[in-house]
């Protein structure tokens, strides 16, 4: 986890942002898939791990064993790396102080998504934006917490304090639930990532925005926005919940 400048968690200006590479906004979520039980409809911060390329054979009648073993991964080397690069990220996850997730990246990529909306007339995302840059700021000095306090290693008068940090940290998914879901689809509760209605695999940012966006309807707007708004609330809050 990096270091950055700590900030007042409430802060509305933010600092320069850390330069460190952000993985989370190099794979956006690919939301139909296994994990949108967990992330969807529960709020649980998950992850996919493979390999892919041209051989246009998913979901086929030549989606077998014979293709995979013949064409796509002869002695099953992509497989095994994959198994590989999941147990070393288990590994990570399971023996690091602090939970290796930077959700100061996701804040910064929720500002940049509601940054490239165009709102039905008479609606904006002011309120949502200014709550995100709130998120963001939290969750910044959430991660220079943690870093000051793995400096040198955790004592055991630290502990409770790095229990505290890793708590923050795992609930800001769970915040960005709501129990209503979005208008649209109900069981779905993120309000940052869902499938689109006609999208297939591909994500919907901002989902109940974006509904509302393609149909012009600002009553539909505002009241997906006051969702969000509530999420990113709960989500800057959960934040500084760790921070001492």
């Given at each position: 986890?990096?270091?950055?400048?700590?900030?007042?968690?409430?802060?509305?200006?933010?600092?320069?942002?850390?330069?460190?590479?952000?993985?989370?906004?190099?794979?956006?979520?690919?939301?139909?898939?296994?994990?949108?039980?967990?992330?969807?409809?529960?709020?649980?911060?998950?992850?996919d791990v493979g390999f892919t390329g041209d051989w246009g054979l998913y979901h086929s009648a030549?989606?077998?064993?014979?293709?995979?073993?013949q064409i796509i991964d002869p002695c099953y080397a992509s497989a095994t790396a994959a198994a590989?690069?999941?147990?070393?990220?288990?590994?990570?996850?399971?023996?690091?102080?602090?939970?290796?997730?930077?959700?100061?990246?996701?804040?910064?990529?929720?500002?940049?998504?509601?940054?490239?909306?165009?709102?039905?007339?008479?609606?904006?995302?002011?309120?949502?934006?200014?709550?995100?840059?709130?998120?963001?700021?939290?969750?910044?000095?959430?991660?220079?917490?943690?870093?000051?306090?793995?400096?040198?290693?955790?004592?055991?008068?630290?502990?409770?304090?790095?229990?505290?940090?890793?708590?923050?940290?795992?609930?800001?998914?769970?915040?960005?639930?709501?129990?209503?879901?979005?208008?649209?689809?109900?069981?779905?509760?993120?309000?940052?990532?869902?499938?689109?209605?006609?999208?297939?695999y591909a994500a919907e940012p901002v989902p109940a925005l974006a509904e509302a966006v393609a149909?012009?309807?600002?009553?539909?707007?505002?009241?997906?926005?006051?969702?969000?708004?509530?999420?990113?609330?709960?989500?800057?809050?959960?934040?500084?919940?760790?921070?001492?």
């Amino acid at each position: 986890m990096p270091g950055t400048t700590r900030i007042p968690a409430d802060a509305d200006s933010l600092p320069t942002l850390p330069t460190a590479p952000i993985a989370y906004r190099e794979a956006r979520p690919l939301l139909a898939s296994d994990y949108t039980a967990l992330l969807q409809h529960v709020g649980v911060a998950s992850t996919d791990v493979g390999f892919t390329g041209d051989w246009g054979l998913y979901h086929s009648a030549y989606d077998n064993a014979d293709s995979i073993e013949q064409i796509i991964d002869p002695c099953y080397a992509s497989a095994t790396a994959a198994a590989e690069i999941s147990g070393l990220l288990a590994l990570r996850l399971a023996n690091n102080e602090v939970v290796p997730m930077r959700y100061s990246d996701y804040a910064a990529d929720t500002l940049d998504l509601l940054a490239g909306l165009t709102p039905p007339a008479g609606t904006d995302v002011d309120e949502a934006s200014r709550l995100t840059r709130r998120w963001l700021a939290a969750t910044l000095a959430l991660e220079a917490a943690a870093t000051d306090l793995v400096a040198g290693g955790v004592t055991q008068q630290e502990q409770p304090a790095v229990d505290r940090v890793n708590a923050a940290i795992l609930a800001q998914e769970e915040a960005l639930t709501r129990p209503e879901g979005i208008p649209s689809r109900p069981w779905f509760k993120h309000q940052i990532w869902a499938p689109g209605l006609t999208t297939g695999y591909a994500a919907e940012p901002v989902p109940a925005l974006a509904e509302a966006v393609a149909a012009d309807d600002a009553a539909a707007f505002e009241a997906a926005a006051a969702g969000l708004e509530a999420s990113l609330r709960a989500a800057a809050a959960a934040a500084r919940q760790g921070i001492g």
